[in-house]
C-alpha cells in the first residue's frame, strides 16, 4: 500500500530564510505523481508544486522548489526567501496518475518568525 | 471560471441525525473526490465519482455514509445517524479527467454534538 510519511509535525523559519520540509513515501510503481499543498488557516487547500517521477529535473515554482530523490522515495519541499504568507500547514502527497486518489502525509505546520 | 463549491462550509448536527454535503465541481469536470480530515491529521481518500457512477469507494466506511454524483446537480455525500467521531473537515475535489491535477473546494466543516 502507498504510504506518505512526514516526520517533522512542525517547524520555524526565519522570514527571508531558507526552509526545507521532508517527506517520504513507499510505492510499489515506477510511474506516479507528487505534490505539495499548502494549507493556510482558511483551510483552503493550495497546490504549490508538482513533480511527475518520470522527470529527472526537479520542479521549481518560484520560491519553492523540491529535491525529488527517486531511489531513496524522498521528496522534500525548500521554501527560499520565507514570507510572512507562508506560515501554514503543508501536506506531501502521492498519486499513481489521473483518475486516482491521492495519499497525503500527516502534514507540517511551518511558523514563519518576523 | 469559479472554483471548486461546497456548502455548507459549517455543518452543525446532533448525534442521530443526518448530514448531507454537497459539492459543485468546476465547470466541465466530471471527475469529483471526497476527501475527511480529522483535526491534527491530514486528509483522507473516501470516494471517487464521475457522473452517475461511483469508481472508487475502498476508502467509505461500510455503513452509514454514502455518496453520488448525478447526471445533473452538485456531488452529495451523505452521512446518516451521525456520531461525535464524524466531526472533521470534509473536502472535495474535482478533475478534468484530461490532466492529473485536482481543484480542493473550501471544505465543509462538520460538528457532531
Known amino acids: 500500500a502507498q504510504t506518505v510519511t512526514q516526520s517533522q509535525p512542525e517547524m520555524s523559519v526565519q522570514e527571508a530564510e531558507t526552509v526545507t520540509l521532508s517527506c517520504t513515501y513507499d510505492t510499489s510503481e515506477s510511474d506516479y505523481y507528487l505534490f505539495w499543498y499548502k494549507q493556510p488557516p482558511s483551510r483552503q487547500m493550495i497546490l504549490v508544486i508538482r513533480q511527475e517521477a518520470y522527470k529527472q529535473q526537479n520542479a521549481t515554482e518560484n520560491r519553492f522548489s523540491v529535491n525529488f530523490q527517486k531511489a531513496a522515495k524522498s521528496f522534500s519541499l525548500k521554501i527560499s526567501d520565507s514570507q510572512l504568507g507562508d506560515a501554514a500547514m503543508y501536506f506531501c502527497?502521492?498519486?499513481?496518475?489521473?483518475?486516482?486518489?491521492?495519499?497525503f502525509g500527516s502534514g507540517t505546520k511551518l511558523n514563519v518568525k518576523p | 471560471n469559479a472554483g471548486v463549491m461546497q456548502n455548507p462550509r459549517h455543518l452543525v448536527r446532533r448525534r442521530g441525525q443526518e448530514a448531507r454535503l454537497r459539492c459543485s465541481p468546476m465547470k466541465g469536470h466530471s471527475h469529483v473526490y471526497w476527501y475527511r480530515q480529522l483535526p491534527e491529521e491530514g486528509l483522507k481518500f473516501m470516494v471517487y465519482?464521475?457522473?452517475?457512477?461511483?469508481?472508487?469507494e475502498s476508502g467509505m466506511p461500510k455503513e452509514r455514509f454514502s455518496a453520488e454524483f448525478p447526471k445533473e446537480g452538485p456531488s452529495i455525500l451523505r452521512i446518516q445517524q451521525v456520531v461525535r467521531g464524524d466531526s472533521a473537515a470534509y473536502f472535495c475535489?474535482?478533475?478534468?479527467?484530461?490532466?492529473?491535477?485536482?481543484?480542493f473546494g473550501p471544505g465543509t466543516r462538520l460538528t457532531v454534538l
Open positions: 475535489a474535482s478533475s478534468p479527467g484530461s490532466r492529473n491535477e485536482q481543484f
Open positions: 502527497a502521492y498519486n499513481r496518475g489521473n483518475f486516482n486518489k491521492f495519499y
Open positions: 465519482l464521475q457522473k452517475e457512477n461511483i469508481i472508487d
